[in-house]
């Protein structure tokens, strides 16, 4: 993989952890809202930091790996 393609690869990853952690803080305040609480948006927030800093260590490990032989 040339330096190129994998530069433009790392700049996709600069959104993975704010698109999962808005993503799962909309669903957790909805859930807020539906059912009268306070805690599911602050607990979505957490799961999708979470999941997007798991993305982001997968997707960057998959690029440091390179194209499959």
Same mark, same amino acid.
């Given at each position: 993989?040339?330096?190129?393609? !994998?530069?433009?690869?790392?700049? #996709? %990853?600069? $959104?993975?952890?704010?698109?999962?952690? &808005?993503?799962?803080?909309?669903?957790?305040?909805?859930?807020?809202?539906?059912?009268?609480? !306070?805690?599911?948006?602050?607990? #979505? %927030?957490? $799961?999708?930091?979470?999941?997007?800093? &798991?993305?982001?260590?997968?997707?960057?490990?998959?690029?440091?790996?390179?194209?499959?032989?």
């Amino acid at each position: 993989m040339s330096s190129w393609s !994998k530069a433009s690869a790392y700049m #996709g %990853l600069a $959104f993975v952890i704010p698109v999962a952690m &808005y993503a799962c803080w909309w669903i957790g305040d909805w859930a807020d809202q539906k059912y009268g609480t !306070k805690w599911f948006g602050l607990v #979505g %927030l957490l $799961f999708g930091f979470a999941a997007g800093l &798991y993305e982001l260590l997968r997707q960057s490990s998959r690029i440091e790996k390179g194209p499959k032989a």
